[in-house]
């Protein structure tokens, strides 16, 4: 088979077309091989671009005046703005009547004025004031005049809690409110006793309301294995109530109160943990097994 050159050699034909071979040289084939292989494109690439990168780290840290230039302009810069009168805060103002409260809250957030309100975060700042016992909810925001407005609503002490030797003020929701040190520092909220009646203080207050008009006489009220209530009547008298619905059991005692006047007597306990009879146990000068008497209370009481 003659090629396409000895054909127009064959005819005499005289061309002045010079063709050329189409196929690759053998340098070009053996490069594209090379280039194909990952790990040679690699180490080709890193001899290029690693020289350049070690250059550019030599001359930046050579260069390390330039950087710390740069850092002061950005601190001078950032102190100017900072600054600025509009974003100074010159005061704080703590609305709470309590002057006790008023100088832990200043503690806890411990902001020394003037200072940038750009430098503050004020939802920080609320987190920290209500996470002080005493504390309902606090409100934090800057006036127009450049003062810190922190504004408080205290919880309410509802009862004394005595635990062992120490005394707690509890709001109506069982949330501690402070430490004092003594009974007598708060005489016009009454007295509980007892470890883990935090989530009882409302039952705890409706008993003493149902329990009018008796209540001047109650001592103070017993939180008892972590179930129910006693009440502490007078010098040494104990109302013993049960765990169950003891405001209906305290209802039950005073209709039974106004015909037999037992809270008038001398008797040292009663008893009215059981639902069908209501017990009595004498002054301790008559204290035995014969002299405790049991009352019906009937079962419409």
Same mark, same amino acid.
């Given at each position: 088979m003659l090629s396409l050159s000895q054909y127009f050699r064959k005819g005499s034909v005289v061309s002045a077309i010079k063709l050329s071979n189409p196929a690759p040289s053998k340098f070009s084939f053996?490069?594209?091989?090379?280039?194909? %292989? &990952? %790990?040679? &494109?690699? @180490?080709v690439i890193s001899m290029v671009f690693l020289p350049i990168f070690?250059?550019?780290?030599?001359?930046?840290?050579?260069?390390?005046k330039v950087h710390e230039t740069f850092l002061k302009s950005f601190e001078n810069l950032k102190a100017d703005v900072l600054g600025r009168p509009e974003f100074t805060i010159s005061g704080? /103002?703590?609305r709470v009547d309590n002057e006790i409260l008023k100088q832990k809250i200043i503690k806890i957030i411990n902001i020394q004025v003037p200072v940038s309100s750009l430098t503050l975060n004020l939802e920080d700042t609320r987190r920290k004031i209500e996470k002080l016992a005493g504390i309902k909810n606090a409100a934090v925001s800057i006036d127009n005049y450049g003062k810190l407005i922190i504004t408080v609503s205290e919880r309410l002490p509802a009862i004394i809690n005595k635990v062992g030797s120490k005394y707690f003020l509890l709001d109506k929701d069982g949330l501690l409110v402070n430490e004092i040190m003594s009974r007598f520092e708060r005489p016009d909220l009454p007295l509980f006793i007892g470890q883990g009646m935090e989530g009882k203080v409302q039952?705890? /207050? &409706?008993?003493?309301i149902g329990f009018a008009p008796y209540t @001047?006489?109650?001592n103070a009220l017993t939180w008892v294995g972590n179930r129910r209530w006693n009440i502490l009547f007078d010098k040494e008298r104990v109302i013993k109530l049960p765990s169950h619905d003891p405001l209906a059991s305290i209802e039950r005692l005073i209709n039974l109160d106004i015909e037999f006047r037992f809270l008038s007597s001398?008797? /040292?306990q009663i008893d009215l943990r059981n639902e069908k009879f209501l017990i009595l146990q004498p002054s301790l000068g008559n204290q035995n097994s014969r002299n405790i008497q049991k009352y019906p209370v009937g079962e419409g009481a």
């Open positions: 053996l490069l594209s091989r090379f280039w194909l %292989r &990952k %790990r040679y &494109k690699f @180490a070690l250059f550019l780290f030599h001359f930046s840290f050579s260069q390390i704080i /103002l703590v039952e705890g /207050l &409706k008993i003493l @001047a006489r109650v001398d008797v /040292l």
